[in-house]
């Protein structure tokens, strides 16, 4: 898949163009999960926390894990956000 070359140079602009691009021409394709978790990476990678979450939390609901589960999920990526804006390790 194109995106997965872009994303693993890191042209994420490219990447999600090319992802969402495949969203919507293979909607229910044996990938789509794959493809949705990419795109919340990169927009974690991008420093779009909020974005990141929202996509992730979406995953998690369509997975089925458990509330417990997505509740750290959702933690995770706000302790990721405290550290970049801090500009060093979140110390726990």
């Known amino acids: 898949m194109i995106g997965e070359s872009y994303y693993a140079v890191g ?10 691009l495949f969203l ?7 990938m789509e999960r794959e ?23 979406e995953l998690a609901e369509v997975t089925m894990i458990s509330p417990r589960l997505r509740y750290f999920a959702r933690c995770g990526t706000a302790a990721i956000r405290k550290e970049d804006e801090a500009g060093e390790p979140l110390r726990v």
């Not at 042209?11 to 969402?20: G, K, M, R, T």
């Not at 493809?35 to 939390?57: C, H, K, M, P, T």
């Open 11 to 20: 042209d994420y602009p490219n990447a999600l163009a090319q992802f969402e």
């Open 35 to 57: 493809v949705r978790y990419s795109r919340a990476w990169i927009f974690q990678s991008e420093g779009n926390y909020d974005r990141a979450g929202s996509l992730f939390g």
């Open 24 to 30: 919507r021409n293979h909607a229910g394709h044996r």
